[in-house]
C-alpha cells in the first residue's frame, strides 16, 4: 500500500474496539465488580513472585495477541490481584466499592483530558470549584482556595511549600539562598510524608522538630510549646506547625483548638493533616473530634479513604482567598496559559499545582454526592464508626483478644493473645514472644484468602493488628467472621 493510502483510513478497527471493550466491561463486572464483593471468594489468590511472574506472562513481545488471549489476560490480572473492594479486605485506610463513584472513575478515564485548562475541561474545571467550595465549607470557611491533589503525601508537601513562600517569598526566585534555617513542627505520630516534604522541599529532615504525644498519641501542646523554643535556641525559624486529624495507627487526632493558639502566639502557618480523619466532618455525631479545624491555614483531605471514591481523590484546601496557591506554584507557560485567551483565564486552574498534566480526581465524588446526598455520606460515616464499636465490644467478651486502646476513631488496634501465652504476662519473654503472633496469622490469612487486615509494631508495643472498616458492603456476618477467623489461624500458636 502506498504511504498516502496509510492516511485514508484510521489504524484502529473502531468495530473490533468496541466489541473487545464489550467483553472488558463483562469481564471487569463480572470478575472484578461481582466476584470481587462477593464474601464466598478470596480476598487474594497469593503467589510467590516468580510463580506469579510466570502465571501472568508479564513479557512483551514485537507481536500482538489475538483478542481472545487479551481477555484472558484481563482475567488473569484481575485473579491475581488483591480484591480491595471485598467486604473482608480491613488491611489498608481504603476498602469497598461504591459503584457510582466507580462510574465517574470510569467516564474520566474515557474522556482521558486534563484538567489544567478550561479550554479543554470546563465541565471538570466548574466541577472541581463547586467540590472543593463544598469540602471547604464542612471545614468552616465562608471562602477560600484549594486543588485536587495525587495523593495526601502531596497535598502535606503543598502546605508546607505555600507556607514557606507566604513567609519568604523571595524563595520561589532565589531558591534556597533566600532562607534561614527554617523549623517544621508535627506529632512523633505524624504520617510519614512531612518527613519526605521536608526532605524534597529543601528544608531537610533535621529541621522537623518532632512533638511528643500522649498515651492516646495527641500531639501535647506544652511539648509544642518547648520544641519551638528549642528551635529558636538553635537559631532556626519556626514557620510551619503540621498536626493531624486521624493519625495512621491508632487514629488519634490532635487538639485542634490548644494547637491553633499556640500557632496564633507565635505567628505560624496552621496545618491540619486531615487526610484520613477529614471525612468526619460530614458526621453531625462525631465532628466534634474536629473542633478548631476552621481555624487552620490548610487542610489535607482525602475522600478516597472514608467515602470510597476509590484512588485517587485528595484535596488540598486553603483558608487564603488573595491567591497565594497560585502565586506560589504559577510558572506562567504561554503555550499553555494564554493571557488574550476568547474566555475569562480566572478558569485555567492549572497553574495552582506543579503538575502540568492533572487527571480529574473530582468527577467520582461529584457522582457520589450526587447520587446519595450529604446525608448518605454522613450514614456511612456513622456506620463505620458503629462498625468499630461492635468489633470493641466484642473483643472484650472473647478470650484471648486484648484492644490495645478504646478506639476513638475507627482504627481498631488489638492483641491476639493465643493460648498458650494466656495468664503468662509476667514472663520475661511475653511481649517478644506475642510480636511473633500477629505476622504469623496475617501469613496465613494471605495464604488462605479468607481476609486481609494490617499488622504493626509501636513504639514499644509489640506487634497488634490495626483493623478498619469503611467499606459499605462490611455486615455483622463479617464482622463476626473476623474475629472467627483471627482466633481459628492463631489458636495453635
Not at 473490533?16 to 487474594?44: S, Y
Not at 495525587?150 to 508537601?157: E, Q, Y
Not at 507556607?163 to 510519614?192: I, M, N, Q
Not at 519556626?238 to 495507627?249: E, I, L, M
Request: include cysteine; glycine fraction near 8%; aromatic fraction near 10%.
Amino acid at each position: 500500500m502506498a504511504e498516502v493510502d496509510l492516511l485514508d483510513v484510521p489504524s484502529l478497527d473502531k468495530a473490533a474496539g468496541e466489541e473487545f471493550l464489550q467483553e472488558a466491561f463483562g469481564v471487569i463486572l463480572e470478575e472484578a465488580v461481582r466476584r470481587g464483593t462477593d464474601v464466598t471468594e478470596k480476598v487474594c489468590d497469593w503467589k510467590e513472585p516468580e510463580d506469579l511472574r510466570h502465571l501472568l506472562d508479564l513479557e512483551l513481545r514485537g507481536h500482538g495477541e489475538p483478542q481472545p488471549q487479551v481477555l484472558q489476560r484481563c482475567r488473569d490480572i484481575i485473579r491475581y490481584s488483591v480484591k480491595t473492594c471485598h467486604p473482608r479486605f480491613f488491611n489498608q485506610l481504603f476498602s469497598g466499592l461504591d459503584y457510582h463513584a466507580l462510574a465517574g472513575r470510569m467516564i474520566t478515564e474515557t474522556l482521558n483530558t486534563s484538567q489544567y485548562t478550561y479550554e479543554i475541561a470546563p465541565v471538570f474545571v466548574l466541577m472541581e470549584e463547586v467540590v472543593l467550595q463544598k469540602l471547604r465549607e464542612l471545614v468552616g470557611w465562608g471562602s477560600g482556595d484549594g486543588i485536587f491533589c495525587p495523593g495526601g503525601s502531596i497535598s502535606n508537601m503543598y502546605a508546607m511549600n505555600v507556607a514557606r513562600y507566604h513567609r519568604f517569598p523571595d524563595c520561589k526566585r532565589r531558591g534556597l539562598w533566600a532562607l534561614p534555617r527554617l523549623a517544621v513542627f508535627t506529632s512523633e505520630e505524624c504520617h510519614y510524608s512531612i518527613q519526605k516534604g521536608a526532605a524534597f522541599l529543601g528544608i531537610g529532615t533535621d529541621n522537623v522538630y518532632l512533638v511528643g504525644a500522649d498515651e492516646r498519641g495527641k500531639m501535647i501542646p506544652a511539648e509544642l510549646e518547648k520544641q519551638i523554643s528549642q528551635a529558636q535556641i538553635e537559631g532556626a525559624v519556626p514557620f510551619f506547625v503540621s498536626v493531624t486529624c486521624g493519625t495512621t495507627v491508632l487514629g488519634a487526632f490532635d487538639p485542634l483548638m490548644a494547637v491553633a493558639d499556640v500557632c496564633e502566639r507565635h505567628g505560624l502557618w496552621f496545618h491540619v493533616d486531615a487526610a484520613w480523619g477529614g471525612s468526619v466532618l460530614l458526621s453531625q455525631k462525631h465532628r466534634h473530634l474536629l473542633d478548631g479545624i476552621e481555624r487552620a491555614n490548610s487542610v489535607a483531605w482525602n475522600p478516597h479513604k472514608m467515602l470510597t471514591t476509590g484512588l485517587q481523590c485528595s484535596a488540598f484546601l486553603l483558608r487564603d482567598t488573595s491567591g497565594l496557591l497560585h502565586r506560589c506554584h504559577s510558572a506562567g507557560a504561554t503555550y499553555l496559559f494564554q493571557p488574550d485567551k476568547f474566555y475569562n483565564v480566572a478558569w485555567d486552574t492549572g497553574d495552582k499545582t506543579v503538575q502540568c498534566g492533572r487527571k480529574v480526581d473530582c468527577l467520582k465524588l461529584w457522582l457520589l454526592w450526587k447520587a446519595v446526598g450529604t446525608e448518605g455520606l454522613e450514614k456511612r460515616v456513622d456506620r463505620a464508626f458503629a462498625c468499630t464499636r461492635y468489633l470493641a465490644e466484642e473483643i472484650k467478651k472473647r478470650e484471648g483478644f486484648q484492644l490495645v486502646m478504646e478506639p476513638e476513631f475507627i482504627n481498631l488496634c488489638f492483641w491476639f493473645v493465643p493460648p498458650s501465652l494466656r495468664g503468662k504476662q509476667a514472663q520475661a519473654n511475653y511481649w517478644e514472644r506475642l510480636g511473633k503472633v500477629a505476622p504469623v496469622i496475617k501469613e496465613r490469612m494471605m495464604k488462605a484468602g479468607s481476609m486481609l487486615v494490617g499488622y504493626q509494631p509501636h513504639g514499644s508495643k509489640a506487634n497488634f493488628f490495626r483493623q478498619i472498616v469503611t467499606s459499605p458492603l462490611v455486615t455483622r456476618q463479617d464482622l463476626d467472621f473476623f474475629l472467627d477467623e483471627i482466633e481459628r489461624l492463631g489458636r495453635d500458636l
